[in-house]
């Protein structure tokens, strides 16, 4: 409860300081003669598809009064104007007239150049958080908290090892109850792998999305057409948009491409959608043992899949 107090405080004082450094708080957007709803309404008349009044008033929570007033002013201004709907005789499609675009693309303009003298004095660096914040922002407070903006590489750019870290340690901590030894456990194997890691026989896909590592999976290669595979791993807000299923698919297509004979993978028991679909794909239990080292009892596990021998 505490925690939960303290966050709607943070929330509200980020409301208040950035409504004052938009300057929402005038009554005239841009010194503009329009308010922040009719700009709003006249953006999105704008940019929508067959746009009508009920779909305004749904996305902009506005009332049917005021986008009613809203739409007589533009009327009268020569902004804009109805069309009746030839599927629906009882809807009209809004339209903007060669003068509202002006109007709209004028107002486009004076925002953009507000926001570029907002964030003139940033570095590049703090321009590229900024933006990464807002993204999170975004896609966490919106009905759809899924997400498929992400790209997949296979190049390893610094900073992106200790962020697998973290985001093992923060992950299985969270879903699993693991500790510190556990973070640990994985600092060591990224160690030891980054000592002796061989492009030509290792293979890791990176998850990205606004900057941040968000996925991963890896093909370790062990010799003799043997390999691993290691740190399979999704940010809670990528689960269920496909990217497992894709990082997956890759990391086995590739083990196929070079010609394996045997990929073997360890995990523990909670792993249950993980191992369903391992055991899907072929994998089959070939070895497990208790392990009481990461803060609470599991069984670690072995899966083994024999190439040739796939589903």
Known sequence: MRSETAMIATIRRFSRFYTRVLGLLDSRLLSSEFS?????VLYEIGTTKDCTAKMLIEWLNIDAGYLSRIMKKFEKAGLAYRVQSEEDGRSYLLHLSEKGRETLENMNGLSNEQVRQLIG?????SRAELSSSMK?????????????????RTDIRPGDIGMLIHLHGWIYAQDCGYNHVFEAYVCRTFY???ESYDPENDRIWLAESDGRIVGSIAVIGKGEGKAQLRWFILHPQYRGVG???????????????????????ETTDDQKTAIR?????GFRKTAEHDNEAWGVHHVEQTYTLEYGQER
Do not use: C, P
Request: proline letters at 0%.
């Open 36 to 40: 922040l709803s009719e700009v709003r």
């Open 121 to 125: 004095g940033l570095s590049q660096q």
């Open 136 to 152: 999170i922002i975004e896609r966490t407070l919106s009905d759809d908290q899924g997400s498929s903006d992400f790209q997949i």
């Open 192 to 194: 030891e792998w980054m």
């Open 243 to 265: 990217l497992g299923k894709q990082l997956f698919e890759q990391a086995m297509a590739h083990g196929r491409e070079q010609g394996l004979r045997q990929m073997f993978l």
């Open 277 to 281: 679909m391992y055991e899907k794909n």
